[in-house]
Nanobody, 118 residues
Framework: QVQLVESGGGLVQTGGSLRLSCVTS????????LGWYREAPGKQRELVAK????????NYADSVKRRFIVSRNSTKKTVYLQMDSQKPEDTAVYYC???????????WGQGTQVTGST
């Protein structure tokens, strides 16, 4: 059974930093693309960042480039999202996801709330 458990969300001031973690289980870690989506109130869920199954290729939404960094640790079976230079528009529920190489369907975490404050 696939499980993705996020943590690290909370309140963050504009310009501040936060790191999200997503511990995975039930997947072959080295055969999954891992990443993060977010969903803000009244908006569609959007892809924020992803890393391929070996952590070599990383992709980011234009809105978070040079501010967010996605990484993965195969020993801990965890994917991270380091968020720096927070902006109010980063407020959203952040969802971790995993996609098996060669497949299209995502497995999802339960989400963690990130709320910007001034």
């Amino acid at each position: 059974q696939v499980q993705l458990v996020e943590s690290g969300g909370g309140l963050v001031q504009t310009g501040g930093s936060l790191r999200l973690s997503c511990v995975t289980s039930g997947i072959i870690f080295g055969m999954h693309t891992l990443g993060w989506y977010r969903e803000a109130p009244g908006k569609q869920r959007e892809l924020v960042a992803k890393t391929d199954s070996i952590g070599r290729r990383k992709n980011y939404a234009d809105s978070v480039k040079r501010r967010f960094i996605v990484s993965r640790n195969s020993t801990k079976k965890t994917v991270y999202l380091q968020m720096d230079s927070q902006k109010p528009e980063d407020t959203a529920v952040y969802y971790c996801y995993a996609t098996r190489d060669g497949y299209q369907t995502h497995d999802w975490g339960q989400g963690t709330q990130v709320t910007g404050s001034t």
